[in-house]
């Protein structure tokens, strides 16, 4: 076990590596430092200024070659910053990124951990239920109704929550946030409603298929030959099995808890990780943006090893070395 | 046979066909087995064995289906038994073991904690109580070594070792009646015959009847007291071990026995029967062996032939035979 972490965390560390050089390649060799000042201070920005501009944020550097200081290069100053997680100050407006980091972590588990942690328990529920009524009207309704709620964009349930749950009904507020606990709750309801319902359909039809499968193995007909019921069959048969091919989809989303999600946070105003890389997108924050990649290429490998540290727990056939 | 411990009478199986059809898989299937004795079900891939085995514990899967016939156990009616009866009679009354144990075991489950369950799913017994029993039956189905074996994943196992785990799965809840489908087919040679013996003993000391399903005449030769020979879903000879594999009268038979390695007399030429069985779909209206038969006459391609007596409780299926006999 131990090994296979050292091993995996190494080819992680390529990963990473990897990962980085691409940054640099696209943020600092394909966009000009010219570009990213202008982009920051505006077309018509003076020349000095945007010459001070660039010292300030360190694009004044050789890009990867500086034969007076070898290290003094934006590319080393690139990996330098990323691996000591020393992420500096934003391109668009000098906050510290570290602190917008820490910021955004709060509002984006609140949208994010009640959705995941409803959303598993609802759609593995359906799923054994449509899968327990197989080749019934209840499966068959069943599949219908995830296909249409898969089949219909987000972006409807974000708007049509909006309308009906917020301006019409005035259950919730349209949008917004406040991490007060006694209005959290509201601010949360609906963009954790409308990620579940967005969500479900098309995770019950996965793990659907996944008990369906389950159930055709003979151990299932091992079971019912023993005299077990139905009920039994699937709750301790079909399930312990069926959850090794779910915890792959499952465990490999919880490092992604933390960033948030992009299309939830920007739609509601929630002011997590997700509204931060879509602000920065849009203000040119390149800084900023290099950091939440670089954050989600680390959750990436995270999620993997997780998953399979998650496989030894559920397969007794998974050993890891 | 009235002391009969599992009568099956006309067992009609089917699957849905082309356009709304329902092809019979067992085709009016008379099968009787007695208390404590073996009846192997002998025939090819394909012919209907296992569906007729599946057929008699209720567990054909969809969407084949039971159309028509009786299955008793005890003289009672098995057939539109509730749901929840019928799960008593499974493992309690008729205990099945398979041809993979490889598969047929639960993966993430240990080899203890299935024999547990078969135990737990028809007593009212305590966890240290059915763990004992367990244990006992780890013990009479020769695993070496039980409590080390109880706590065994499947993958931890050997394929005999699976295959006793199935065993003892199967004699938990101490049924009268183990049908063995293939028992021995996935395992290597020295391991079959081991098995074979081990369910031979079984069934001497606990009295359990045997319906061993199997397309192996050499493990028939080992374990069965009768034969009922099954081709393309109808029973086409049975008989007394002795009478089938010495004097077989079905000209499959015939062909079965001389394409064994172990029964055919030294110097012999393997002899196979040509061409294979006939799917569902393409039955003769005939005797369903007339294409393969090397002794077919006119009348076998016309009309199917009946159930023909013969001395000793044997019966057969076959026009030539038929006509040659005095009846």
Known sequence: MLGYLLRRTAWGAATVLGVLLFLFALFFLYATPQDVARRALGEKAPPEAIAQWLVNHGYDKPAVWNPADPLDTRLAEHLRRMLLFDFGRSDADDVPIAQRLRDGVGPSLSVTLPLFTLGLPLALSLALLVAFFRETYIDRVGVVLCVLAMSVSVLVYILGGQYLLGKLLRWFPISGFDPAPSVLLRFVALPVLVGLLAGVGANVRFYRAVFLEESGRDYVRTARAKGAGDARVMARHVLPNALIPVLTNVVVEIPFLFTGSILLESFFGIPGLGSITVDAIQSNDFATLRVMVYLGALLFIAGQVLTDVAYTLVDPRVRLG | ?327
Not at chain 2, 178 to 189: G, K, N, Q, R, Y
Not at chain 2, 193 to 200: K, S, V
Request: proline share 7%; with cysteine; hydrophobic share 45%.
């Open chain 2, 1 to 327: 046979m009235s002391e009969a411990l599992l009568h099956v009478e006309g067992l009609l199986t089917s699957f849905p066909g082309a356009r709304g059809a329902r092809l019979p898989v067992v085709d009016r299937v008379d099968l009787a087995v007695a208390r404590g004795e073996a009846l192997a079900l002998v025939g090819e891939s394909g012919c209907g064995k296992s569906m007729t085995a599946l057929s008699i514990v209720g567990l054909v899967p969809k969407p084949g289906r039971i159309d028509a016939g009786s299955i008793r156990m005890r003289g009672r009616e098995l057939r539109g038994l509730p749901v929840t009866a019928m799960r008593r009679v499974r493992g309690a009354e008729i205990a099945m073991i398979f041809q993979e144990p490889a598969t047929s075991l639960n993966p993430v489950q240990t080899a203890g904690a299935q024999v547990v369950e078969a135990i737990t799913l028809h007593e009212r017994v305590a966890r240290g109580e059915a763990r004992r029993r367990a244990l006992a039956l780890f013990e009479q189905v020769g695993i070496p070594d039980p409590p080390v074996r109880f706590g065994a994943y499947p993958h931890q196992l050997s394929g005999g070792l699976k295959q006793r785990v199935m065993i003892a799965i199967a004699l938990a809840a101490r049924p009268q009646l183990l049908i063995a489908d293939e028992p021995t087919t996935a395992l290597d040679v020295t391991i079959q015959a081991q098995i074979l013996e081990l369910l031979a003993g079984l069934a001497r000391e606990t009295g359990t009847a045997i319906l061993l399903i199997t397309h192996d005449l050499g493990v028939v030769n080992q374990l069965a007291d009768r034969v009922a020979v099954m081709y393309a879903g109808r029973i086409v000879e049975e008989g007394t071990r002795a009478a089938v594999l010495a004097a077989p009268h079905h000209p499959y038979t015939h062909g079965l026995l001389r394409s064994m390695p172990s029964l055919a007399q030294p110097g012999e030429r393997l002899a196979e029967i040509p061409g294979v069985v006939p799917a569902p779909d393409a039955w003769p209206p005939g005797c369903r062996f007339e294409g393969r038969c090397a002794i077919a006459l006119a009348v076998c391609r016309a009309r199917e032939p009946e159930r023909t007596r013969l001395d000793g409780g044997a019966a057969v299926r076959c026009h030539a035979v038929a006509g040659e006999s005095p009846q």
